[in-house]
């Protein structure tokens, strides 16, 4: 129930397309959904974030979709660019306390 | 740039050696976290203080030892590590108390465990 299942694993997307990564989870405790961007050699970024009282979020290109019944988020990137490969999560904390959970990541590659 | 600094960016150790992994905040935060990431996974959690108390330890082996000597620094203490230790580990900060989801990281000291 702690575990947030994140797809696909990995994504190639055309220069100017649209990158859509998806996340489940379980656990109604959650309450605040972030995703981070991670390049090579770094440390992980937070991107967006979305609580469950909305259900979209957009900055920039970037926008979370929320769907509080079906307990699923996920991350579109408008006009997906080179600079954008990355890996990214998502992630989902609950109450103060306790680990924020991620999930397992998505290798993203944008081909020009 | 990131506002959580972690030194050394690289470090090579033999299974007997005694090292640290500093990290550093300067942004006014008040829970400080550890995770080790192997290559192509998530981070996963290790330590996390908060308010200068050690409040979450993942149930990691007693070969690592953090330290929070206040609230703008954390240390992990390495002894007798493992080959399979061998990973990067990430510090991150968030505003107050354990666990707000805003996480700050730092880029990570690169670990390799002869």
């Known amino acids: 129930q702690q575990q947030v299942k994140q797809s696909p694993q990995s994504l190639i997307v055309q220069k100017g397309g649209i990158s859509i990564i998806n996340c489940a989870y379980e656990?109604?405790?959650?309450?605040?959904f972030p995703w981070y961007q991670q390049f090579p050699g770094k440390g992980p970024a937070l991107l967006i974030a979305?609580?469950?009282?909305?259900s979209e979020k957009k900055e920039g290109r970037f926008t979370i979709s929320f769907n509080k019944s079906a307990k699923q988020f996920s991350l579109h990137i408008m006009d997906s660019q080179p600079g954008d490969s990355a890996t990214y999560f998502c992630?989902?904390?609950?109450?103060?306390?306790?680990?924020?959970?991620f999930g397992k990541g998505t290798t993203l590659s944008v081909s020009s | 740039d990131t506002e959580v600094t972690q030194t050394p960016k690289h470090l090579v150790m033999g299974m007997t050696n005694k090292k640290s992994l500093k990290c550093e905040q300067h942004?006014?935060?008040?829970?400080m976290y550890w995770y080790k990431q192997k290559a192509k996974k998530p981070p996963e959690l290790m330590f996390v203080?908060?308010?200068?108390?050690?409040?979450i330890n993942e149930s990691v082996p007693s070969r690592f030892s953090p330290e929070c000597p206040n609230s703008s620094l954390l240390n992990l203490h390495l002894h007798a590590l493992q080959p399979e230790d061998s990973a990067l580990y990430l510090c991150?900060?968030?505003?107050?108390?354990?666990?707000?989801?805003?996480?700050?990281f730092g880029e990570g000291s690169r670990l390799t465990v002869l």
């Open positions: 656990n109604t405790a959650f309450d605040y």
């Open positions: 991150a900060s968030s505003h107050s108390g354990a666990n707000t989801g805003e996480l700050f």
């Open positions: 942004m006014g935060h008040r829970a």
């Open positions: 203080y908060s308010y200068e108390k050690l409040s």
């Open positions: 979305i609580r469950p009282d909305v």
């Open positions: 992630a989902a904390s609950g109450q103060a306390g306790t680990a924020l959970i």
